[in-house]
């Protein structure tokens, strides 16, 4: 048997196989076991595990130990015999209990995992004690997993790095790497990064891919090692080229961003792709950004969705809440609000803050769901206490509106400031106007126009309008007209409608930019082509007068229907002025009348005056005195000069109501402090009568003068036969007060006693 045993040892198989099969054939166990062994490898001999198998069967019925543990292996792996777990755990349990080691591992195996065997942790616990104490480094990683996960055994990580490590100074791969591991998780130990990487280190150098991932996060985060990109990257490929999903996952990061390597997006695809078909959740995630975004790959929207959905399933929640995105807004998929509702909550559930802001909008929208305030707020609430900044301004709008939550504008500011400190450029505008009203906090222009400008700077085109209106009015900052200019432009080339509309003011009048009716017109009619009723109704202005355009009364009443029918009181006006006088649209006075007073009860002055007219003259309705005074002294208290004086008239003629001279001087003093020079004529009458008022050449001078100069018709004729019968000093002095009258803007126009 030693001459066999030593032509092995020095390859010559042929000598070696010769004395082994005399051996056996004659009973020898241990040649028998030997020459199974050459028939399994195939040294000296055609590979045949039958001949191994009974070789190793003959040796085995004899009790040895080792030809009893092959055996079982051969039972097990059904090499050679047909494979049958019973029979491994026969002859495993007759090696075992002869003390052979490896026997004793395979055993405490089969009772690990159940096979052949009722599955029995105990029992497995015991075989691999056995084993691991005469030094098999296989049971005593083993062992260490069980004192690890508590198998059969109470948990214990002390014991368990205890046995790691024994089998880890056997060069064992696994336990290295279980070792490692404890040092790196603290777990039975200190936690020593050092020492974790020296053990991954050791495992991976033996090829054991679990180790070279982890060694791989240790140089790619500096931990435990210097930092090294190149090394990550290194490690990382040599497990992603063994098929190990997270290398392959890391490394397609690597290349994604470009550390250690150049930034390649169709390589990170590559290997994305390779990692999500194992199966691996942010490798999907990751693979569907890059088809959604069409980085690396061709966009597609489909493709983004299969694998947002493969991730979404496993519960990635970054998946989840891409995927209620694509069904929120029908990208790659048919718009479903329910779906959308289902991913948000699925990922809000985990604490993801932006999907519980999405729970949140939902509600808030009652999209997919009846909308209901008060699990809007709750879900903001929770989204917010993460620090997520558009839900933070979410709440703060619930609790400006009071909707969910008890109105509260200090809270509201609370949260403006807390999302706007994080440079959302909402919440921003949202703390600006807070500032700027004086809302939660007390009204600071200076502070409002910094918020604002902050918001507007990063592109908020209702900031930047905002902010155009303080250089405007000079509110917060000194005013500057280019300056206002210049953001109205950055807003309105955004499309919003009211920086749209400012646009248009500043070139009809010339402000911050030379007077431009066309331009000014261009402007005006982007605004009032998205709807907006103030525009619209100034587009109609133009077309009407014929500022940057041709003169088009049929254009004018377009645009001013289209305002009036917003609700806009003065296109609801202008609408009226052109039934009324039959311009770009027949006639209709009756038309003029429901126009006038669906603006005249928006409180128009204006309007409330024209309608009055028309009661009073009984066109387009039933003359009505009572209503025509009631109409005028509606405008009149709103202090429209045509209101006033027309109230004046109607005390001084007695129409509708009883003949006043006092009410009608009243109203018309009014109406002439405001500039009306029929009512200054009006005036300037009553005093030269006396009626209502105490007669006074010098006052009626003084008001008839002043109609005059402001072409009043009819004030020339009566002045001149008033100063016939005035003396020079009286007019000399009628027209000293006069001066001062106007020079105060009608503030002082009496004699200063």
Not at 457 to 468: C, D, F, I, R
Request: hydrophobic share 35%; proline share 1%.
């Amino acid at each position: 048997l030693k001459d066999a045993d030593d032509a092995f040892e020095k390859g010559n198989f042929a000598l070696a196989l010769q004395i082994y099969k005399d051996l056996a054939e004659k009973g020898n166990a241990s040649a028998q076991y030997s020459l199974g062994t050459m028939h399994y490898e195939g040294s000296g001999t055609l590979q045949s595990y039958q001949e191994a198998a009974k070789w190793m069967q003959l040796s085995a019925e004899q009790g040895f130990d080792a030809a009893q543990n092959e055996l079982g292996r051969m039972f097990y792996y059904g090499e050679g015999v047909l494979q049958n777990f019973q029979e491994a755990v026969k002859w495993y349990r007759l090696s075992a209990e002869q003390g052979n080691a490896s026997a004793q591992y395979y055993l405490g195996a089969m009772y690990d995992i159940g096979e052949g065997v009722a599955e029995n942790d105990q029992e497995a616990v015991r075989w691999n004690q056995l084993s691991a104490e005469q030094g098999f480094p296989d049971a005593q990683n083993e062992l260490g997993n069980m004192y690890y996960y508590g198998k059969g055994i109470p948990q214990n990580y002390q014991e368990a790095l205890k046995w790691y490590r024994l089998a880890a100074e056997q060069g064992n791969a696994l336990a290295q790497y279980n070792t490692g591991w404890m040092y790196d998780e603290g777990e039975g130990t200190a936690e020593n990064n050092q020492e974790a990487a020296k053990w991954y280190h050791l495992s991976a150098e033996q090829g054991y891919n679990p180790a070279q991932d982890e060694l791989g996060d240790m140089f790619y985060n500096g931990d435990g090692v210097n930092q090294n990109d190149q090394e990550a990257l290194k490690w990382y490929r040599l497990a992603a080229d063994q098929g190990n999903a997270l290398s392959q996952f890391s490394l397609g990061i690597m290349y994604d961003v470009g550390r250690g390597v150049a930034e390649n997006n169709q390589e990170a695809a590559r290997w994305y792709q390779l990692s999500a078909e194992q199966g691996f959740p942010p490798a999907q995630y990751l693979l569907a950004s890059l088809y959604y975004n069409g980085l690396g790959v061709p966009q597609d929207y489909q493709k983004a969705l299969e694998w947002y959905q493969s991730a979404a399933k496993q519960g990635h929640d970054e998946a989840q809440n891409e995927l209620a995105k694509m069904f929120y807004n029908g990208i790659g998929v048919e718009q479903d609000y329910q779906q959308a509702l289902q991913w948000y909550k699925a990922a809000a559930d985990q604490g993801l803050a932006e999907a519980q802001y999405g729970v949140g909008q939902m509600y808030d929208d009652g999209k997919g769901v009846a909308e209901d305030n008060s699990e809007a707020v709750k879900w903001y609430k929770l989204s917010s206490d993460q620090g997520y900044a558009e839900a933070q301004n979410a709440l703060g709008n619930k609790y400006y509106w009071g909707k969910g939550i008890e109105k509260n504008h200090a809270l509201a500011v609370n949260f403006y400031q807390l999302s706007a400190d994080q440079g959302y450029d909402r919440a921003q505008r949202n703390l600006a106007y807070m500032y700027e009203k004086g809302k939660g906090v007390p009204k600071d222009e200076k502070k409002a126009f910094e918020w604002y400008l902050l918001s507007a700077e990063q592109g908020n085109a209702s900031a930047q309008n905002s902010v155009g209106n303080k250089y405007y009015w000079g509110k917060g900052i000194e005013k500057n007209h280019q300056e206002a200019v210049k953001w109205y432009r950055l807003s309105a080339d955004q499309g919003d409608h009211k920086a749209q509309r400012n646009l248009g003011y500043m070139y009809s009048k010339g402000k911050g930019v030379n007077k431009d009716e066309k331009e000014s017109l261009r402007w005006y009619t982007l605004s009032a082509e998205q709807g907006n009723a103030s525009a619209q109704n100034t587009v109609g202005n133009k077309y009407y007068s014929g500022k940057g355009t041709e003169k088009d009364y049929e254009e004018a009443v377009r645009w001013y229907r289209l305002a009036a029918n917003q609700g806009n009181a003065w296109g609801q006006y202008n609408l009226a002025r052109m039934y009324a006088f039959g311009k770009g649209v027949e006639e209709n006075d009756q038309e003029a009348v429901k126009w006038y007073k669906l603006s005249a009860d928006k409180g128009n002055s204006w309007a409330q005056n024209n309608l009055g007219n028309m009661y009073y003259q009984g066109e387009g309705v039933e003359k009505n005195f009572q209503e025509a005074i009631r109409w005028y002294r509606f405008a009149a208290e709103k202090k429209y000069s045509w209101g006033q004086y027309n109230l004046a008239n109607m005390y001084d003629n007695g129409q509708g109501v009883t003949e006043d001279n006092t009410e009608a001087v009243k109203w018309y003093t009014l109406a002439a402090k405001r500039g009306n020079s029929k009512a200054q004529y009006r005036l300037g009458l009553k005093y030269k009568e006396g009626s209502g008022i105490g007669q006074s050449n010098v006052y009626a001078h003084m008001w008839l003068n002043i109609s005059s100069m402001k072409g009043y018709k009819e004030a020339p004729k009566a002045l001149n036969k008033l100063e016939n019968s005035m003396s020079a000093p009286a007019i000399g002095l009628s027209l000293k007060l006069g001066d001062a009258c106007k020079k105060s803007k009608y503030k002082n126009c009496v004699i200063d006693n």
